[in-house]
């Protein structure tokens, strides 16, 4: 997943910003608050219900076209050093 070592929360950036997408949109869309948008893309996933964590990165990676099963083994590894065995 991970070609030039960016972090899979840069990559959601990177991908909205270049789809000319604004986080007001996603929020709009999802209805997930624009600073939870904020948290996912920066990393801060301290700041974010835990529960509700890998649907908003979900919902997020759905809305801007991105395949989330990817990102959210990288948020699993991210959060707890390795991949889960739930999927």
């Known amino acids: 997943m991970n ?10 950036k990177e991908t909205r910003k270049t789809k000319q997408i604004t986080l007001k949109e996603i929020s709009d ?4 608050n624009i600073s939870y948008l904020e ?10 219900p835990t529960v509700y964590t ?5 919902s997020y990676c759905d809305y801007i076209d991105l ?7 990288e948020l ?7 991949k889960g065995k739930k999927d």
């Open 3 to 12: 070609q030039n070592n960016e972090n899979f929360y840069e990559i959601l």
């Open 29 to 32: 869309y999802t209805k997930i």
């Open 39 to 48: 948290s996912l893309e920066n990393g801060d996933f301290d700041i974010l």
């Open 54 to 58: 890998r649907l908003f990165l979900r």
């Open 67 to 73: 395949d989330s099963k990817p990102i959210l083994d």
């Open 76 to 82: 699993e590894i991210f959060i707890f050093g390795h």
